[in-house]
């Protein structure tokens, strides 16, 4: 059986111990800089990294009992891939779970049973050589369980498969009162669900069992389109004969329409031959379902050198890649999900000031939104350098999570770009009204105003927060900026 770790990931039910108290050793703690994967805003924490179930309620009670004066509170981290602020906490006490690694693959019951730490790349590797698949992956393979399930992550495949949180059967939970909780679908209570999309604010995810899809292998039939205007885009997005991983990439540095290519793909049904089938060659150690690095951007890359006049060229050749209309073309499903993973460390390219990514979901019938945004970039000289768009399906029960049924889009700009603030204040006007919201996982700027305003199940999971972390230990910069968490003035 594949295994990656003997230490099975422990399942207690609702075991209880004191959290240590104040001068207990925490292993590995640094203080350290840290920031989001857009790099734009940046917090100085006591990082701790906890190999075990016992080391991460250590650091747990060490943010309870910080001494006087020190700001308490302590959020998780992953891999650090969410955009903006949400896995860092200015002055407190930030949890790296990427020291509880280990998971466990059982193919009789369909299911993979993970430690929060680990990454999807690593499960991946394992899983679909065994011949299964996670069913949501998002645009990168290095996200950790944890964050995933605390983002609570779409696909390419939202419309068919929805969000990563509807395929977790269970997961453990420790709580600010020291608790490990197993919750799942059916738990008592709304902690379950707040916890699904809930931005690590309820506790910090240890171990998930999770449910697979059966894959033949590593490849994936791609279909591509070339398209002229944004609405090419969307049509080919809702032809109902496409593939179940969709998704369009939309140049809007050197078109004034939004043309693009529009992929839609399936897990192709036979296993590849090694150097045979069309497409890509199955050649790295997992087969092909992860991707490996081929390039570094190097730590000092000059500001100035992604602008408009560079990116243009580079769109035009992508642009070109594909011919009009091109079926059936197998890739793997590293180099087709992942493809910005083999350029390691890329918002470098960003310069020092990093990027936000802004990405709104509005519902079907809205249309006019994704016009006025893609109108208001260009009108206000704001530059894009990436906008992807994609379809979703239905809302999960989850009160925090991103997708609703309708189109999402997300666009990559520069922090430094002048008048960006005021601009996308205007686009969560445009999104709240329209019954749309932003992504949290993504978020660098939203006020607590818009954000209540897109997510109408706010008060529900805050009351789910605050009945099991009523003081309120939990929080991020993410929390305290948009008042999910309110602060307690410690
Ligand atoms: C290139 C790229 C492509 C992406 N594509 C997509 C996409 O297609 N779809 C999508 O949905 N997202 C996408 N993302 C965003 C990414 O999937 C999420 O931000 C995800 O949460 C990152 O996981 P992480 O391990 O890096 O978490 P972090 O960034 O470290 O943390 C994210 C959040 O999860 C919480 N968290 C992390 N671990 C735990 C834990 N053990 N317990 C409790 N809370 C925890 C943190 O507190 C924080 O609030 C993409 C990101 C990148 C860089």
Redesign the pocket.
């Known amino acids: 059986m594949p295994t990656r770790d003997a230490r099975a990931p422990g399942a207690p039910r609702a075991r209880t111990r004191p959290a240590p108290g104040a001068g207990e050793q925490i292993p590995k703690a640094r203080r350290a800089k840290l920031s ?2 857009g790099g734009a805003l940046e917090a100085e924490a006591l990082v701790l990294s906890p190999t075990d179930i016992d080391e991460a309620r250590a650091a747990l009670g060490a943010a309870q009992h910080a001494a006087p004066g020190t700001r308490t509170g302590l ?9 903006g602020d ?2 860092q906490l200015s002055g407190g006490h930030v ?1 790296d ?1 990427t020291g ?1 690694r280990g998971f466990d693959l059982d193919p009789a019951a369909g299911t993979v049973t993970a430690q ?2 680990a ?1 999807l790349g690593e499960l991946l590797a394992v899983l679909v050589p065994a011949g299964w698949m996670l069913p949501v ?4 393979q ?15 495949n939202h419309s068919t498969d929805g ?2 949180g509807r395929h977790v059967e269970a997961l453990g ?1 420790l709580t600010a009162a020291g608790e490990v909780l197993e919750l799942g679908p059916g738990s008592a209570g709304d902690l379950f669900s707040a ?1 699904l999309g ?9 171990w998930a069992r999770i449910s697979l899809k059966p894959v033949a292998g590593a490849m994936m039939a791609v279909d591509s389109d070339r398209v002229e205007h944004v609405d090419d885009a969307l049509a080919v997005l809702a032809a109902p004969d496409g593939g179940t991983h969709r998704v369009a990439w939309l140049d809007l540095v050197a078109s004034k329409t939004g043309r693009g290519i529009v992929t839609r793909a399936e897990h192709a049904a036979e296993p590849a031959r090694p150097g045979t089938d069309r497409g890509d060659h199955v050649s790295s150690a997992s087969d092909g379902a992860t991707v490996a690095t081929k390039l570094t951007v190097p730590k000092r890359w000059p500001a100035g050198l992604l602008r408009s006049s560079t990116i243009g060229p580079f769109n035009e050749l992508r642009y070109r890649s594909v011919p009009g209309q091109e079926r059936g073309k197998l890739e793997t499903i590293g180099k087709h999900l ?1 493809p ?2 083999a350029l390691n460390a890329w918002p470098r390219l960003y310069g020092p000031r990093g990027f936000t ?1 802004y990405q709104l979901v509005v519902p079907y019938g809205s249309e006019s939104v994704l016009h006025n945004v893609i109108g208001g970039l260009r009108r206000r000289r704001v530059p894009c350098y990436l906008c992807v768009l994609k379809d979703m399906g239905p809302a999960s029960v989850a009160p925090l999570s ?1 997708p609703i049924s309708g189109w999402t889009m997300t666009l990559d700009i520069p922090w430094a770009a002048d008048g960006i603030r005021p601009l996308l204040d205007e686009f969560d006007v445009l999104v709240a009204e329209a019954g749309g919201r932003v ?4 978020d660098a700027r939203m006020s607590p105003e818009a954000l209540r305003a897109m997510y109408p199940e706010l008060g529900r999971w805050q009351a789910a927060r605050e009945q099991a972390d009523p003081e309120r230990l939990w929080r ?1 910069d ?1 929390a305290l900026r948009t008042a999910l968490v309110e602060s307690t003035g410690r």
């Not at 992504?439 to 993504?442: A, E, N, R």
């Open positions: 989001g994967w959020i998780a981290r992953g891999m650090g891939r969410s955009y949400a896995a949890i779970v509880l929060a730490g990454t992956v998002p645009g990168t290095h996200v950790s369980v944890g964050g995933a399930i605390a983002s609570d992550i779409h696909g390419k969000s990563f939970l916890t809930g931005m690590g604010l309820t506790g910090l995810i240890l992942f910005l993973d990514q991103f992504y949290l996982s993504k991020s993410l």
